[in-house]
């Protein structure tokens, strides 16, 4: 059984960063494609991006292109999300995904969240 867990949320103002971390437990990190997805009040829990086993290749939602960056690290098991030029608009819980598409569809495993607050 896979344990995720995000760490990095927080409340901040429109135009800061925020990096996000989620870190697996078990040895086979390394063999899934990480992703995250975000949740606002009242909305359906969308996707953010994702990143490939091997980190090579990423997918970003077209909301966050350009802003966002998702990274991994094998060795530590560990995923992350660097969010630049953040928007009233990307409030909302993080979620960490194990095991999601390259498109963007969701695997079966998810962390607890982080809040990302952002204030205009």
């Known amino acids: 059984q896979v344990q995720l867990v995000e760490s990095g949320g927080g409340l901040v103002q429109a135009g800061e960063s925020l990096r996000l971390s989620c870190a697996a437990s078990g040895r086979t990190f390394s063999s899934y494609n990480m992703g995250w997805f975000r949740q606002a009040p009242g909305k359906e829990r969308q996707f953010v991006a994702v990143i490939s086993w091997s980190g090579s290749r990423t997918y970003y939602a077209n909301s966050v292109k350009g802003r966002f960056t998702i990274s991994r690290d094998n060795a530590k098991s560990t995923v992350y999300l660097q969010m630049n030029s953040l928007k009233f608009e990307d409030t909302a819980v993080y979620y960490c995904?194990?095991?999601?598409?390259?498109?963007?569809?969701?695997?079966?495993?998810w962390g607890q969240g982080t809040q990302v607050t952002v204030s205009s």
């Open positions: 995904n194990r095991g999601p598409s390259m498109d963007g569809r969701p695997g079966s495993d």
